[in-house]
T-cell receptor, first 112, second 116 residues
């Protein structure tokens, strides 16, 4: 079993739709939860991060962490064609040298 | 802020030659730098972790003598692919971390290496 599981997609939605991206994990020691966006042939850019459980909102993006279920989500409201990218979840803990573990990434296509 | 650059952005080389990739943190000092490899439609694979002034820590299965990492300063790390072969063709991405928490990791734009 991988430490972080993420459906690779692809996920195709019409413009304006609400997108839900998810990851599950197995290591209960994870404390930091991040979402990165990666455009084709570019490096990942940090979208949002959450420490421990809870929700965090930033514009059209909302990140949720449920540590009891070991489940994290990223919601994108009013999706735009420019949101088309690969979204990677990532997580790390204070142990193990703060190594960050990445999900496989979900490819998202938002159609105009 | 928190900009990481990589040079070159793409490189084509002949089999058997060596290629050096630079990773720089432009507006901050990085305590730790990471090197990743990414195959098409796959996630990031951590190759090694480097701290300034010390030897890099390589992940299992990564050849130390093939992928040489030098972290000479708090703003510069280099990855040298020695005696490159076609199977080394990939997208190499570096990242730099400011502190110790996971969210303080910032990625470079990547370097696409093609070995003929």
């Amino acid at each position: 079993q991988k430490e972080v599981e993420q459906d690779p997609g692809p996920l195709s939605v019409p413009e304006g739709a609400i997108v839900s991206l998810n990851c599950t994990y197995s290591n209960s020691a994870f404390q930091y939860f991040m979402w990165y966006r990666q455009y084709s042939r570019k490096g990942p850019e940090l979208l949002m991060y959450t420490y421990s459980s809870g929700n965090k909102e930033d514009g059209r993006f909302t990140a949720q962490v449920d540590k009891s279920s070991k489940y994290i989500s990223l919601f994108i409201r009013d999706s735009q064609p420019s949101d088309s990218a690969t979204y990677l979840c990532a997580m790390s803990s204070n142990t193990g040298g703060f190594k960050t573990i990445f999900g496989a990434g979900t490819r998202l296509f938002v159609k105009a | 802020g928190a900009v990481v650059s990589q040079h070159p952005s793409w490189v084509i080389c002949k089999s058997g030659t060596s290629v050096k990739i630079e990773c720089r943190s432009l507006d901050f000092q990085a305590t730790t730098m990471f090197w990743y490899r990414q195959f098409p439609k796959q996630s990031l694979m951590l190759m090694a972790t480097s701290n300034e002034g010390s030897k890099a820590t390589y992940e299992q299965g990564v050849e130390k003598d093939k992928f040489l990492i030098n972290h000479a300063s708090l703003t510069l790390s280099t990855l040298t692919v020695t005696s490159a072969h076609p199977e080394d063709s990939s997208f190499y991405i570096c990242s730099a971390r400011v502190g110790t928490e996971g969210h303080t990791q910032y990625f470079g734009p990547g370097t696409r290496l093609t070995v003929l």
